[in-house]
């Protein structure tokens, strides 16, 4: 009886193992955000923030494997209210995908408002090329008014592509706060 008990213990123990070992890997893949940034455009609010793929190979693998991502980005503007809920003032979305094509060995990647995606042998100029840089507009510059308070909230995920609804992976991001975390503040006085 004893003999059978330490056997399951060791079963157990090495299903914990690969449990273990495959979200290390899943978690190994992190991300880095570029600190958004808030410009006047022409009289048109840009946000401009950057997305850098930390562990390279390690997405290279996985897409070499047949696996497609997808990153999807959400930046929205708020004026801070003290004393009640933030007014949301604009907001927009990014989504790009990101494949490796088998016969023609490279990656390929889709940016919103490119009809054509963006092809390259090498990944990491890849990823520069179309993640390195992102603007997103936020509307007419009038919308912000000198001596208010805004907060920009950036929120950024990469999931399979056909993952079902409510699956995500969790990656790690770079941001001011200690710890991990998916979102993004900027808070700012015009």
Known sequence: MKKKSISQRRQLLFAGLI?????????????????????????????????????????????????????????????????????????ADFESTIRFDRLKKEFVMTLPGRDTPLRNKALRPLLLNGWGCIKANLGPWSALQKGEKYSLRL????????????????????????????????????
Not at 155 to 184: C, H, L, Q, V
């Open 19 to 91: 449990i273990l070992f495959s979200a290390s890997v899943a978690y190994a893949q992190t991300l880095s955000l570029m600190a958004p940034s808030i410009a006047r455009e022409n009289d048109v609010l840009m946000a401009q923030y950057g997305v850098t793929v930390i562990e390279k190979p390690i997405l290279k693998g996985e897409l070499e494997d047949g696996i497609e991502l997808v990153l999807k980005s959400t930046i929205e503007l708020f004026k801070v209210n003290d004393y009640w809920l933030d007014k949301s003032i604009a907001s």
């Open 155 to 190: 929120i950024t995920t990469m999931n399979e592509k056909d993952a079902p609804k409510g699956f995500s992976r969790f990656f790690y991001f770079w941001s001011w706060d200690a710890g991990s975390d998916n979102t993004f503040h900027l808070n700012f006085t015009l």
